[in-house]
């Protein structure tokens, strides 16, 4: 015995994401040797407080409450308007 069902209706729409502020330039909010290969200078970024701007080259690190993301040598990111890093790898 098989049944099978079907339903169609129209769902709300759903709530767009709010758009970030965008920044001219990001600046970082210390800088710290980090070792990748060899110890280097990064600059850290507040993930929390960092606005939509320009592409970075790496390296880099973005930290937060919750998460700290490396972008290595050779790597950029971009903070997208709606919050995410876009990160591109090379």
Do not use: C, M
């Not at 502020?21 to 290969?37: D, F, I, M, Q």
């Not at 850290?44 to 937060?64: M, N, Q």
């Amino acid at each position: 015995v098989n049944a099978s069902v079907a339903a169609v209706g129209v769902l709300p729409a759903l709530p767009a994401e709010p758009v970030l502020e965008s920044a001219g330039s990001l600046a970082p909010r210390e800088h710290r040797r980090a070792y990748l290969g060899q110890w280097v200078d990064v600059p850290v970024y507040d993930l929390d407080t960092v606005r939509a701007g320009p592409e970075l080259k790496g390296p880099a690190i973005f930290e937060s409450a919750t998460t700290t993301i490396l972008i290595r040598e050779g790597e950029r990111v971009r903070l997208t308007p709606h919050g995410w890093l876009d990160i591109r790898l090379t």
